[in-house]
């Protein structure tokens, strides 16, 4: 009578499994390390991403710092002991060529809105020009805040005028955005000799 407690045999993991198992470890030991490489200062963060359109996840610092604030209060001459509330609340940053861009949202300005450099009137653009047929400007609030043209009617028709601001490198209005000086060296990049707080000077746009 056969015994029933024979022993089965042994199975072993297979190649694709172990393979397998290799990739998950080592999918997870890139993550881990990428996890480790955050930043809680801008000026650092910018140094090691170089450009980015907005903070991303590893920046894990403040929406806003007091240094960012603050060399957008020298931007704009606001002379106060205090940084005003309005430039920590209302105002974002971004990185470009390693450096920190910052913008204050004001009276809504289009910050994080790329230049619009369409020449063809919008259908609030074309309506507006039937109700003024000859005017020498149209408000922003109709021509739109992000527009690169003086709009104008003739006829009552629109008529894209002159371009009064240039996009930046990223396609952003450059004259809402202020390079701010770094505090003090970021690691592993050597301090910039950053010209004085203005708006960007024209460049062209890039993919």
């Known amino acids: 009578m056969p015994s029933m407690n024979r022993r089965q045999p042994r199975t072993t993991p297979s190649a694709w499994g172990t393979g397998l ?13 990428t ?4 930043f809680d200062d801008p000026f650092a ?27 957008l209060q020298q931007a704009f001459a606001i002379e106060a002991d205090q940084i005003p509330e309005s430039l920590l609340l209302n105002s974002v940053w971004r990185c470009m060529d390693g450096q920190v861009y910052a913008c204050n949202r004001g009276a809504n300005l289009p910050c994080e809105t790329r230049a619009d450099l369409d020449r063809e009137p919008t259908p609030a653009l074309t309506a507006y020009c039937v109700e003024h047929p000859q005017t020498d400007s149209v408000p922003m609030a109709v021509s739109g805040r992000a527009t690169v043209y003086a709009w104008h009617c003739e006829d009552g028709v629109a008529v894209a005028g002159e371009q009064f601001v240039e996009p930046d490198a990223r396609g952003y209005l450059q004259s809402l955005w202020f390079r701010i000086p770094s505090p003090g060296p970021a690691p592993g990049r050597d301090a910039p000799g950053l010209p004085t707080l203005s708006p960007q000077p024209p460049t062209s746009v890039t993919p």
């Open 21 to 33: 198992l290799l990739a998950l470890l080592i999918s997870v030991s890139a993550d881990a390390e």
């Open 35 to 38: 996890w480790r490489d955050t």
């Open 45 to 71: 963060y910018c140094a090691a991403l170089d450009t980015v359109d907005a903070p991303g996840r590893r920046y894990v610092g403040p929406p806003m710092t007091p240094a960012i604030a603050r060399g």
